[in-house]
């Protein structure tokens, strides 16, 4: 069984920063892939940022420049960066693993008042 705890969430102003962790744990050898979505009311799912095991990265374009995403494979922790917020950041934030199928977590409040 794999589970994936989300922290860091919150209420920001405009132009704040927020940083989001997610830590899998479970019978996991390695991750292939690990990353964040958010689904804001009335939205799809959307791909934030997602990073591989070798570090390559991909950014939506909304929030390329200003939103950072790492991992630390031996915590096997994943960690969103988010900086300039701005109030279309409001969403709640999913982290997701691939290990042959999809984990996702519970999800992380993220609001930005303007």
């Known amino acids: 069984q794999v589970r994936l705890v989300e922290s860091g969430g919150g209420l920001v102003q405009a132009g704040g920063s927020l940083r989001l962790s997610c830590t899998a744990s479970g019978s996991i050898r390695s991750i292939n892939f690990m990353g964040w979505y958010r689904q804001a009311p009335g939205k799809q799912r959307e791909l934030v940022a997602g990073?591989?095991?070798?570090?390559?990265?991909n950014y939506a374009d909304s929030v390329r420049g200003r939103f950072g995403i790492s991992r630390d494979n031996a915590l096997k922790t994943v960690y969103l960066q988010m900086n300039s917020l701005k109030p279309e950041d409001t969403a709640v934030y999913y982290c997701?693993?691939?290990?042959?199928?999809?984990?996702w977590g519970q999800g992380t409040q993220v609001t930005v008042s303007s």
């Open positions: 990073i591989t095991t070798g570090g390559s990265t």
């Open positions: 997701t693993v691939y290990l042959g199928a999809w984990y």
